[in-house]
């Protein structure tokens, strides 16, 4: 479409045409199958864009108003003859209209482009019930609990005694969520080099940890040493695919 369509759309759409030029419009869309196809795209898109990006395009359309205004203020107080029709010419319309394909590929990437936030959904901490009487546990637990993370590294902190595996693997999630990844990766490798049952559970972490830092090529590696039998196995399968 060239970009008289693309302002016709929009003085449609915005209820900006005369009445001939509205019903020249709609005789168009009656007898002119793909200008019919063409508006009805766009019209969809366009109400898509504002439910999904609400305060974003309207925001983007003022800018684009106001950068118009500055840039523009011949062309704008201009008329574009064709036909014997008189249209306004309003570059911010198309401009708009240029940017809704561009918004439409960054939505859609967005949607498939994994982020951490997509898997931290972490266990429930209950590594008092066999501590009891520790006060430093039972705040980590229940810093941790309550997704207060920076609370529970610093009651992790006091811990000095770490055999727990238990303990090491929800002190490395607090240390993620925290971004400190270096301290939680040693902790994870001393999981993974072990034979408790956190052993591919810290494998996993250790991928999402990679995930959080944008480093997706560690994260791919990572995620294809989990085994088949692993509980993280079919997420980790997952992951790999949308990377």
Same mark, same amino acid.
Not at 6 to 14: K, Q
């Given at each position: 479409?060239?970009?008289?369509?693309?302002?016709?759309?929009?003085?449609?759409?915005?209820?900006?045409? !005369?009445? @001939?030029?509205? &019903?020249?419009?709609?005789?168009?869309?009656?007898?002119? %199958?793909?200008?019919?196809?063409?508006?009805?795209?766009?019209?969809? /898109? &366009?109400?898509?864009?504002?439910?999904?990006?609400?305060? @974003? /395009?309207?925001?983007?359309?003022?800018?684009?108003?106001?950068?118009?205004?500055?840039?523009?203020? &011949?062309?704008? !107080? !201009?008329?574009?003859?064709?036909?014997?029709?008189?249209?306004?010419?309003? $570059?911010?319309?198309?401009?708009?209209?240029?940017?809704?394909?561009?918004?439409?590929?960054?939505?859609?990437?967005? #949607?498939?482009?994994?982020?951490?936030?997509?898997?931290?959904?972490?266990?429930?901490?209950?590594?008092?019930? =066999?501590?009891?009487?520790?006060?430093?546990?039972?705040?980590? #637990?229940?810093?941790?609990?309550?997704?207060?993370?920076?609370?529970?590294?610093? %009651?992790?902190?006091?811990? /000095?005694?770490?055999?727990?595996?238990?303990?090491?693997?929800?002190?490395?999630?607090?240390?993620?969520? /925290?971004?400190?990844?270096?301290?939680?990766?040693?902790?994870?490798?001393?999981? =993974? #080099?072990?034979? !408790?049952?956190?052993?591919?559970? %810290? &494998?996993?972490?250790? %991928?999402?940890?990679?995930?959080? #830092?944008?480093?997706?090529?560690?994260?791919?590696?990572?995620?294809?040493?989990? $085994?088949?039998?692993?509980?993280?196995?079919?997420?980790?399968?997952?992951?790999?695919?949308?990377?």
């Amino acid at each position: 479409m060239n970009e008289e369509t693309y302002i016709r759309f929009e003085n449609y759409l915005a209820n900006e045409l !005369s009445s @001939e030029e509205k &019903t020249l419009f709609e005789e168009q869309l009656q007898n002119d %199958a793909q200008f019919n196809e063409s508006f009805s795209l766009y019209k969809e /898109t &366009t109400q898509f864009l504002e439910h999904k990006f609400s305060n @974003e /395009t309207l925001d983007f359309k003022e800018n684009l108003k106001a950068i118009s205004n500055q840039h523009f203020e &011949t062309l704008s !107080s !201009s008329k574009t003859q064709k036909k014997g029709k008189v249209i306004a010419f309003k $570059p911010w319309y198309y401009a708009v209209a240029a940017s809704v394909v561009v918004f439409m590929g960054m939505w859609f990437m967005m #949607q498939n482009d994994p982020n951490y936030s997509d898997y931290n959904q972490h266990d429930t901490a209950l590594f008092m019930e =066999r501590s009891v009487g520790d006060n430093n546990l039972k705040e980590a #637990q229940e810093a941790f609990n309550t997704k207060d993370y920076k609370k529970a590294v610093t %009651a992790f902190d006091k811990i /000095t005694d770490f055999r727990d595996p238990e303990l090491q693997l929800f002190y490395a999630i607090s240390l993620i969520e /925290t971004n400190n990844y270096t301290k939680a990766q040693l902790f994870l490798d001393q999981l =993974r #080099q072990g034979h !408790s049952v956190y052993k591919h559970k %810290a &494998t996993w972490y250790l %991928a999402l940890s990679y995930l959080k #830092q944008d480093k997706k090529e560690e994260c791919k590696s990572t995620l294809k040493e989990i $085994p088949t039998d692993a509980e993280d196995f079919e997420k980790a399968q997952e992951l790999l695919n949308k990377l």
